[in-house]
Each structure stands twice: as structure tokens, then as C-alpha cells.
């Protein structure tokens, strides 16, 4: 049964508060957090933007929006009304702070409380937004600021924000969002490798063939074409989620689950990675692209389609090999995946273990398979082990791979929080853990940029591939080169 321990009073400001983030993502989970009542009822949710609103139309939105994404049992009017005296509106423009009047009003009186700055904003605001709470007198002793994604697009950007946001905040008081690191199932990676015993003495070389990480979507990219155009897939989803998902896998174990020694064990396997440049970019990369096809019996359009039949070569798929340079894992290749439209939404973290090192089973007879430790992150989360077993009968002796499945939704029983339910409390507590420190995501830009910029050199062409698919073929070629495969998805 869950703890729900209430938070201190605070004051949570989300600038971009009438953003697709803030009503589509935060106020859902801050409904949830205030239900069961870790939200006091002094506490205050203020949202602050450009639009001249009053705090009734804002209201009016912010229940049109929780009407809509959350479960429809999930919406209770008692609940909605005890949210909504919380909340309450400021009009503030990011790149004129002298126009912060209704904000400062808002604040004053106020200071000894927490006090968190969200900036669900474009990150071209974030050093304004920064410099403008510093210079309108509203950084607290309990100040915190949140930056969301994407911190920048590359190396240079992301220095530029932190070198700026650094100005007005502490490193301690900043807290980078990478949603991922509030997934249940990601967490669980720690619990997995850290509260059992049983993993640690096979977690490297020689007990592991290769790690294989998967993170599928069969949505398009919408309504954020012209967004996504200017990203791809390699900064929107590998250079943050699925390094975080690898430092998890890779990195030694942590002294203790204080922030800072967890994080310097990431930045250490970030250190790590092999650079990928122009010299093996071909080799260790695929970039693909969809066109129009099919999901789950419904025809969807390909990207150029969506675009509005703009030429583009931006990358909704990649695939790539990735090589730790350090003890534990050399030899080891990881293998990543990430892109839009394919067959299903489908996240999994695939330990492979080496074959039996002698076989009493004859290869013509038997299909002996390595056994396999399967994170299924989303949907359906849990873990598996798959591993060989006799299959039952009077007679003969067959082998078969057999699941040892542990679904969490089943065992646990419970609704499955939303990442940003977590995220906000950790940063309501005071507690980074669970976020990007600026070293790491520098380090995380650097080792992109270089693909980027070996994409570029080599003029790596862009595969395309079918929706509805696993991707362009040469995802698969890049394993079948080392005489591996993709594990087939469920
Ligand atoms: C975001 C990306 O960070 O993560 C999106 O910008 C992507 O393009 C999303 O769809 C995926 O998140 P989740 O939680 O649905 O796996």
C-alpha cells in the first residue's frame, strides 16, 4: 500500500502554464498528487504566461483539460473543486520581466515556503525566465527551478542555458527533467540491480552477450512536424532518455542512492561511450525515415505527408551500436532503438547472456537459447526471465524457452503513476536525484554531436521505412553484422 506523505507548503509556478505540458502533463499529475493528499491546502499552483486571462478562463481550461486526459473514472468533481481553489493565474511575459507585476503581487508575502519555477516553456526562455525571477527579487532561499526538455539541440545551446540559468540558481536548486527517470519500471532498474544479489556477479563481460534497448512509438509526429523537423529522433529521444536508460543498465553501483552518488556513477559510463564520428558513423548507425503505411489495420500517413509534403531528411527512426570503453563492459555492445510509427508502442531492456559455454544438447536436435532478462518499460511493465526448460511428456527429451513473468501491474495491483507525478513531488522535497545534472547532459550533447555532425561529413543517407513496421532494414543488418538479432517484440 502506497505512503502518502503530504509536502510542504509551496508555491509551484509554471511558466507556459497554458502549454500543451502544463495541462496535458502537470496539472493531470498535481490533480493526482492532490487527491491523495500530498498537496496541502494552502499550497498554490500558479500559472504564468503571455495571454491576458483572467483566472476563471484559465480555470475553464484547466477543467476542459483534466476532463479530457484524465481517466474518465478518475475525474471527481470533489477533487476538481478542492484542485481548483489552488489554482490561480499571473500574466507574465518570459523576455519582458519588467511586466511581472501580477506575479511579484502573487509572491509576496510568501518567502519562507518553497518556492519551484517550472519552465514548461521553449528552452530559449529559460535563461530570460532565469534572469528575470533574479532580477525582480524572486529567488528564495527555498527557490528551485525546473528545466524541460529538450535543453538545448546541442552541445553549445545546452552550455549556453546552463551557463545562464547558473547565474541565478545554484547547480543544487536546478532540476533537469528527463521524464523517463520518473517511469516506475526505470527506477525499478535500480531496484533490480541494487536489492538483489542475485544479478551483480553475472552483470558484465563475459556472462553478457549484449544489452538491446528498445523504445518503439506508433504515433507520428503530429502536430509537432515543424518542431520535430528541426530535432530528429537522435536529440528528441537518444541523446536523453535512451543514455539515461544506458548509464542505469551500465553504471557501477552507486555508494548509496544519495543524488550525487548515483549521479556520478552516470557520468562515468556518459565518460565511457565510445565516440561515434565520421570515421564509423556508417557502421554503427541507421537513420530511417516512415512513409505511409499501416497500424494496427488503420492507414497512416508518412511523415513527408505530414509535413505537408515539404522535403526533409530529418530522422524519425535510428538504430545504433553503442561500445562502453571501460572493464565491465568491454566487448559488450549495446543495442539502441528508438522511432515514431513503428508496429506498437513497446519499451524493453533486453540482457542477453552468453550461450552455455559446452552444450550436452546436439545443435541439430535441440535449439538450446541464450537466456535473456527482459525490462518491459512500457506497456504491460515488469520483468522476465526466459530460460530453457524440458518440455513435459512421457517420452523423448525436447527443450523449449519458457517465461519466468513477473507483471507489476498484477503483483503491485495498483494505478501506475504518471512519471511527472514523482517528478514534482522529488522536486517539491527538494530531492534531485531523479534529474539531469549539467555535467551529464553536456557530456550526453557531446557524444550526439558527434553523430550528427559524422551524419553530416558522410552525407549518410536516410532509410526509409514502411509504418506499421520495425523500422528500415538496415536496423536489422546492423545486428545481423555480429550475428545477432532483435529480439522479436510481443
Ligand atoms: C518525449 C519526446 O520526450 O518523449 C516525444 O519528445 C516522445 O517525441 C515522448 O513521444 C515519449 O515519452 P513516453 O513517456 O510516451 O515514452
Request: hydrophobic share 40%; aromatic share 8%.
Amino acid at each position: 500500500m502506497a505512503n502518502f506523505v503530504p509536502a510542504d507548503d509551496f508555491d509551484l509556478v509554471i511558466f507556459g502554464g497554458t502549454g500543451d505540458l502544463a495541462l496535458r502533463k502537470l496539472i493531470p499529475a498535481l490533480y493526482h498528487r492532490a487527491r491523495d493528499g500530498q498537496i496541502t491546502t494552502s499550497s498554490r499552483i500558479i500559472a504564468a504566461s503571455r495571454g491576458d486571462l483572467d483566472r476563471d478562463t484559465y480555470l475553464a481550461r484547466v477543467e476542459e483539460a483534466l476532463r479530457t486526459h484524465l481517466r474518465e473514472d478518475d475525474f471527481q468533481e470533489e477533487h476538481w473543486h478542492a484542485l481548483r481553489e489552488r489554482i490561480h493565474y499571473a500574466q507574465a511575459d518570459a523576455m519582458s520581466p519588467d511586466h511581472w507585476g501580477a506575479l511579484c503581487d502573487l509572491l509576496a508575502g510568501h518567502e519562507d515556503r518553497v518556492r519551484v519555477a517550472y519552465l514548461a516553456t521553449a528552452p530559449r526562455f529559460f535563461g530570460p525566465i532565469a534572469q528575470g525571477l533574479s532580477t525582480n527579487g524572486l529567488v528564495t532561499e527555498q527557490s528551485r527551478i525546473v528545466l524541460e526538455k529538450p535543453l538545448g539541440r546541442d552541445y553549445e545551446s545546452a552550455r549556453e542555458i546552463n551557463e545562464q540559468v547558473g547565474k541565478c540558481f545554484a547547480e543544487n536548486r536546478v532540476y533537469r527533467i528527463d521524464h523517463y527517470l520518473g517511469k516506475e519500471t526505470v527506477q525499478n532498474l535500480l531496484a533490480l540491480r541494487f536489492a538483489n544479489s542475485l544479478f551483480e556477479p553475472l552483470w558484465k563481460r563475459g556472462a553478457i552477450d549484449h544489452v538491446q534497448i528498445t523504445v518503439a512509438e506508433d504515433l507520428g509526429v503530429g502536430g509537432r512536424s515543424e518542431f520535430y523537423d528541426r530535432i530528429g529522433a537522435l536529440r528528441d529521444m537518444v541523446q536523453n532518455h535512451m543514455l539515461q536508460l544506458v548509464c542505469l543498465v551500465a553504471m557501477e553501483p552507486p555508494s548509496s542512492l544519495h543524488h550525487d552518488a548515483v549521479r556520478n556513477e552516470k557520468i562515468k559510463v556518459l565518460h565511457a561511450l565510445h565516440p561515434i564520428t565520421e570515421n564509423n558513423v556508417r557502421n554503427m548507425t541507421v537513420r530511417g525515415q516512415y512513409k505511409a503505411g499501416a497500424i494496427k489495420g488503420e492507414t497512416v500517413p508518412g511523415y513527408l505527408d505530414e509535413l505537408g509534403g515539404n522535403k526533409s531528411t530529418t530522422e524519425t527512426f535510428v538504430a545504433l551500436k553503442l561500445e562502453i570503453d571501460n572493464w565491465r563492459w568491454s566487448n559488450v555492445p549495446f543495442y539502441l532503438r528508438t522511432g515514431k510509427r513503428l508496429n506498437a508502442k513497446h519499451s524493453e531492456i533486453v540482457v542477453q547472456f552468453q550461450d552455455v559455454p559446452h552444450s550436452i544438447f546436439p545443435e541439430q536436435e535441440f535449439n538450446v537459447q541464450p537466456n535473456r532478462l527482459i525490462i518491459r518499460l512500457q506497456p504491460d511493465e515488469g520483468v522476465e526471465l526466459s530460460l530453457m526448460a524440458k518440455e513435459p511428456g512421457p517420452g523423448g527429451f525436447d527443450l523449449r524457452p519458457v517465461a519466468l513473468d513477473l507483471s507489476f501491474e498484477e503483483t503491485f495491483g495498483i494505478r501506475y503513476p504518471d512519471a511527472y507525478e514523482r517528478l514534482l513531488m522529488e522536486v517539491l522535497r527538494g530531492n534531485p536525484a531523479l534529474f539531469m545534472r549539467r555535467d551529464e547532459v553536456e557530456a550526453a550533447w557531446q557524444w550526439a554531436d558527434s553523430i550528427i555532425e559524422g551524419w553530416s561529413s558522410t552525407k549518410q543517407k536516410v532509410e526509409s521505412y514502411v509504418a506499421g513496421s520495425w523500422g528500415p532494414s538496415g536496423s536489422s543488418l546492423l545486428l545481423d553484422r555480429d550475428g545477432r538479432s532483435w529480439q522479436p517484440e510481443s
